[in-house]
T-cell receptor, first 116, second 115 residues
């Protein structure tokens, strides 16, 4: 069975601080995908990143960066110089390869509050 | 990415009535669609997986007679909450997967309130 653990439940930072959101996963699949989604108060899921199990390169997109470590089954997300607009719930998720396996297993989510 | 449209975005209904939620893939053919439910301040939980033209596969603990899923075409899946009760109040969100993609795409979600 697949499992995603987001041990942090709520994080509060002051604007311009850096913040890292942790994600640890479990799967028996050799091919899988990892995701991060942002859910603002309006409720929709905003896709941030997808990473496949064969690509361990870290990724940077503007103020966002992701660190994928297969050795520790972790896929952590860092926001640099946080802004108030980053306040939201962030979900890490895991899926299998394709088709029906594209269903996502979500972590419990981390509520990030960025104070001015 | 592909576009998935979910309708309605919000619905309030009386206890005992049924509510239908639509999920459409606008620019691709969705061979598989997924329905998730999210209670307030909780994570998203998969309810069921549906493939076009066949019966949906429900996750353990989800009542198939209460949550009717129909995936009659490659662009439309519907979730009908039958005889809704206040405990069914939740955020329902669909996602759709097509053969040309490696990931599923989410609709905007439907906030259901049963009074």
């Amino acid at each position: 069975a697949q499992k995603v653990t987001q041990a942090q439940t709520e994080i509060s930072v002051v604007e311009k601080e850096d913040v890292t959101l942790d994600c640890v996963y479990e799967t028996r699949d050799t091919t899988y995908y990892l995701f991060w989604y942002k859910q603002p108060p309006s409720g929709e899921l905003v896709f941030l990143i997808r990473r496949n199990s064969f690509d361990e390169q870290n990724e940077i997109s503007g103020r966002y960066s992701w660190n994928f470590q297969k050795s520790t089954s972790s896929f952590n997300f860092t926001i640099t110089a946080s802004q108030v607009v980053d306040s939201a719930v962030y979900f890490c998720a895991l899926s299998g390869a394709t088709g029906a396996n594209s269903k996502l297993t979500f972590g419990k989510g981390i509520t990030l509050s960025v104070r001015p | 990415g592909a576009v998935v449209s979910q309708h309605p975005s919000r619905v309030i209904c009386k206890s005992g009535t049924s509510v239908k939620i639509e999920c459409r893939s606008l620019d691709f053919q969705a061979t598989t669609m997924f329905w998730y439910r999210q209670f307030p301040k909780q994570s998203l939980m998969l309810m069921a997986t549906s493939n076009e033209g066949s019966k949906a596969t429900y996750e353990q603990g989800v009542e198939k007679d209460k949550f009717l899923i129909n995936h009659a075409s490659l662009t439309l899946s519907t979730l009908t909450v039958t005889s809704a009760h206040p405990e069914d109040s939740s955020f329902y969100i669909c996602s759709a997967w097509g053969l040309e993609y490696t990931e599923a795409f989410f609709g905007q979600g439907t906030r259901l309130t049963v009074v």
